[in-house]
């Protein structure tokens, strides 16, 4: 899997395609790859939360799923 600093280069190429490393864009575009890291954690965050929630409910099947992206989105 890809790993979340991967996943942000090529956010920002769709975003900005070649101008991505201008210098004028450098703002911007580090600001977006901030933005990306945030939420690409944020739904991490929130997936563990829909985990622990799930397994109080004892839906194991879904529970086992979600382990699974979430183990690998972790391991960029």
Do not use: C, H, W
């Amino acid at each position: 899997m890809k790993n979340v600093d991967k996943l942000a280069e090529e956010y920002l190429e769709y975003l900005y395609g070649e101008d991505k490393d201008e210098e004028m864009y450098r703002p911007d575009t580090l600001q977006s790859k901030l933005d990306f890291k945030y939420g690409y954690n944020s739904a991490i965050k929130n997936l563990k939360q829909i985990v622990t929630q799930l397994q109080k409910e004892d839906i194991s099947s879904t529970v086992y799923l979600l382990r699974e992206v979430i183990k690998r989105m972790e391991d960029e």
